[in-house]
């Protein structure tokens, strides 16, 4: 069983509001990623880590931003959400030279 | 990057195998072919990866023709609760993570 967790699983909040997705795994994987997801729609990588201080953007662009700072934290900010930003967000680790990810349950965000 | 091409969805009525199909006509020498399984709300879980002819294990077997064009996942006697979203992902594990798109997926739905 992965041993990956995400937090809040549903939020709900208000334009111009800066909220933080935390991402939290214990299997010591050093690459970490950020999906987006709408709903019946294809999974756009949007933020990927290698390791503790590696970030980069992904194929879709984002407004939102990450940090590595520990290796098994990989939390995603939003500075200021807009209605534009509700999606499903989805977080997932891998281990290095090894295809299969891991993914957490998903946080469901709604920006009003 | 090497696009892949499934079905949009099938149907199939339980007790029945199920084929589906994925093309990758540019797969390149060093992708592997990995298939993730996805219910609603949920993230995609990892169901079966390979790089050339046939590959199984206890949930799906991965038959991959000697040209790599193209990737059949097979899953035996499928039930009610196998009605999912399935994905067909072609990229090299050591690669980039923008090697690693989702696509669109095929909804297979599992009728009594």
């Known amino acids: 069983e992965a041993d990956i967790y995400q937090t809040p699983r549903y939020l709900v909040i208000g334009t111009g509001k800066k909220i933080t997705l935390e991402c939290s795994q214990t299997?010591?994987?050093?690459?970490m990623y950020w999906y987006q997801q709408d709903p019946g729609m294809e999974l756009h990588l949007i933020h990927y880590?290698?390791?503790?201080?590696?970030?980069e953007k992904g194929d879709l662009s984002s407004e939102s931003t990450v940090s590595r700072i520990r290796t098994e934290h990989f939390p995603l900010t939003l500075e200021s959400a807009r209605p534009s930003h509700t999606s499903q967000y989805l977080c997932?680790?891998?281990?290095?030279?090894?295809?299969?990810?891991?993914f957490g349950p998903g946080t469901r965000l709604t920006v009003l | 990057l090497a696009k892949t091409t499934q079905p949009i969805s099938m149907d199939s009525y339980e007790g029945q195998e199920v084929n589906i199909t994925c093309s990758h006509n540019?797969?390149?020498?060093?992708?592997?072919i990995t298939w993730y399984q996805q219910f609603p709300s949920q993230g995609p879980r990892f169901i079966i990866q390979?790089?050339?002819t046939k590959v199984t294990n206890e949930v799906a077997s991965l038959f991959i023709p000697a040209d790599r064009k193209s990737s059949t996942l097979s899953l035996p006697r499928v039930s009610l609760s196998d009605t999912a979203v399935y994905y067909c992902?072609?990229?090299?594990?050591?690669?980039?993570?923008?090697?690693?798109?989702f696509g669109s997926g095929t909804q297979l739905t599992v009728l009594p």
């Open positions: 997932a680790s891998t281990e290095v030279g090894y295809n299969e990810q891991f």
């Open positions: 299997m010591g994987h050093d690459k």
């Open positions: 880590s290698y390791g503790v201080n590696s970030t």
């Open positions: 540019n797969i390149a020498t060093n992708d592997y």
């Open positions: 390979g790089y050339k």
């Open positions: 992902l072609v990229g090299d594990i050591n690669g980039s993570a923008r090697q690693l798109t």
